[in-house]
């Protein structure tokens, strides 16, 4: 969906570099996502932002932080990478609603720790 | 904890009906049944969403039985492209973060 973009969409890095994933969206939405997704397997949530003053941890938050810099921008940092974080990373959006909201995916970036 | 019990695969050729069922033993009052489809390298994206009884939109079906333990995703004449990765999530505004919980999904293979 091009209303949420990542960048960049691929990367590769050393163990150990500190690295930054970006996501910016333009659809409104209040709610944003980071998820990570390993070969052959589901979406897992690493954190997850309801406004800009809100921050929570998701299923896999150790080794990664956030930042939320604006309501449309959501970055997901690297401090130490490792190769187990070789992943497809995922951004989505989202607007609170009265019922289980939709989320709205980003195209991933596919990162490499070598 | 909401989670839901999907079949890893499926396979069925052009033209054909298909049925992914998904199990939700857990699901509380509050929550609603979402399926998502994703192809490779993509994000997943929004398919249909219901609550209780049947939901109809251009691309899919969904049916929830009275008891809402599972729910069946329908997805009538396939074709090729419609060859994805299929995902079945349930929980409610308000709910923890497993309401965002994914799963393995069901890899759905049409043939031709």
């Known amino acids: 969906d091009a209303d949420v973009t990542q960048t960049p969409r691929n990367r590769i890095t050393k163990t150990g570099k500190r690295i930054m994933l970006e996501c910016s969206q333009t659809?409104?939405?209040?709610?944003m996502y980071w998820y990570r997704q390993d070969p052959g397997l589901g979406l897992r949530l690493i954190y997850y932002?309801?406004?800009?003053?809100?921050?929570n941890k998701g299923e896999i938050s150790d080794g990664y932080s956030v930042s939320r810099q604006a309501q449309a921008k959501f970055s997901l940092s690297l401090e130490s990478a490792i190769p187990n974080q070789t992943a497809l990373y995922f951004c989505?959006?989202?607007?609170?609603?009265?019922?289980?909201?939709?989320?709205?995916f980003g195209p991933g970036t596919r990162l490499l720790v070598l | 904890l909401a989670k839901t019990t999907q079949p890893i695969s499926m396979d069925s050729y052009e033209g054909q009906e298909v049925n992914i069922t998904c199990s939700h033993n857990?699901?509380?009052?509050?929550?609603?049944i979402t399926w998502y489809q994703q192809f490779p390298s993509q994000g997943p994206r929004f398919i249909i969403q219901?609550?209780?009884t049947k939901v109809t939109n251009e691309v899919a079906s969904l049916f929830i039985p009275a008891d809402r333990k599972s729910s069946t995703l329908s997805l009538p004449r396939v074709s090729l492209s419609d060859t994805a990765v299929y995902y079945c999530?349930?929980?409610?505004?308000?709910?923890?973060?497993?309401?965002?919980?994914f799963g393995s999904g069901t890899k759905l293979n049409v043939k031709p």
């Open positions: 989505a959006t989202s607007r609170s609603s009265g019922r289980q909201e939709t989320q709205y």
């Open positions: 659809k409104g939405h209040d709610r």
């Open positions: 932002s309801f406004d800009v003053k809100d921050i």
């Open positions: 857990n699901i509380a009052t509050n929550d609603y």
């Open positions: 219901g609550y209780k």
């Open positions: 999530l349930v929980g409610a505004l308000g709910g923890n973060f497993n309401k965002f919980y």
